[in-house]
């Protein structure tokens, strides 16, 4: 227990460390979302959650690495990392009309292009085939916050019991995005409800990618759905609502059928790990 809870302090203090070093430079230097610089230092900082559980796995607690998950898994859970945030992007556009927002345009007729200086398709089906192949390609770089937040504290934090162990590794995760956000990366002109706004929607998806991980026995599902969220599911409302300028609305109504997915997964007994589905940390030991 007590060597648990060493590494798991340890961990903390290693991905909000690296990561907020890294992610206060823009804020340091004035760096807009728009300049070259801006990408390259998001993704550096978006790797410290990994780099933070393969030093504590490796030298910290020397449990080695027999729970990350790093096999392949079980092949169906793929398709439901794929397929929720995509259902998840079509309820909002099914609800938004009904609840005070704009109605979706599915015609894609004032769509911006998915590339700078792209001609942009114009059919739907068309357009999730590349953000489905856009979301596989960049699986490895959402890999890198997984395998620390799913690979590692969330299966120490509250280990007997997974919904809260989801629920505090949500809020940790959320915070863990804080400096990000108070770059306007999301929701901008509402820089203060965010940060109230973002740990709720990350304890909602700390549920759905936790029963990825555990039933499917491997990280990647989880961060296959977790670029699906960020490479399928917003890009595709944003080409749906082109002339949405404020997204308050639609992130609400996003907020609230994630909210059902994620009582469904608990109603369903989605987050309890399976008879011996992991082996101990401690066997991994060498």
């Known amino acids: 227990m007590k060597q648990t809870a060493f590494g798991v302090v340890a961990y903390l203090a290693l991905a909000f ?10 804020l340091w230097l004035g760096l807009s979302p728009q300049s070259a610089l801006y990408p390259t230092v998001i993704l550096i900082g978006a790797f410290a959650p990994a780099l933070a559980c393969f030093v504590v796995r ?57 590339l700078p200086g792209a ?11 590349v953000l489905m192949l856009y979301t596989i390609v960049t699986t ?15 299966l120490r ?14 809020l940790i995760w959320g915070v863990w995005h804080y400096p990000l956000l108070m770059l306007g990366t ?5 820089p203060q ?26 990280i990647w599902p989880s961060s296959l759905s977790h670029s699906a969220v960020n490479h399928l599911r917003s890009p595709l409302i944003a080409l749906l609502f082109p002339a949405v300028a ?12 994630l909210g059902v997915i994620a009582l469904a997964v608990v109603a369903a007994g989605g987050l309890v790990t399976p008879h011996n589905e992991f082996p101990s940390p401690n066997e991994g030991r060498g």
């Open 17 to 26: 460390g690296l990561a907020w070093a890294v992610w206060m430079i823009p």
């Open 58 to 114: 490796k030298w910290v607690t020397r449990e080695g690495f027999a729970d990350a998950g790093l096999n392949p898994g079980k092949w169906p859970y793929y398709l439901w990392a794929l397929l929720i945030p995509l259902a998840l992007a079509f309820a909002i556009a099914a609800l938004a009309p009904h609840l005070g927002q704009p109605a979706p345009d599915f015609s894609l007729a004032h769509a911006p292009a998915l």
């Open 119 to 129: 001609a942009m398709p114009r059919s739907l089906p068309v357009v999730i085939a």
């Open 140 to 154: 490895p770089i959402l890999w890198g916050e997984e395998f620390g937040w799913r690979g590692y504290l969330q």
């Open 157 to 170: 934090l509250f280990a007997s019991r997974p919904l809260l162990a989801a629920i505090a590794t949500g």
């Open 186 to 190: 999301e929701l901008p002109g509402h």
């Open 193 to 218: 409800l965010v940060l109230v706004i973002f740990p709720v929607y990350t304890v909602l998806l700390s549920i759905v990618f936790g029963w990825l991980r555990l039933r499917s026995g491997s």
């Open 246 to 257: 404020d997204r308050l609305g639609l992130t609400l109504i996003g907020l609230a059928v």
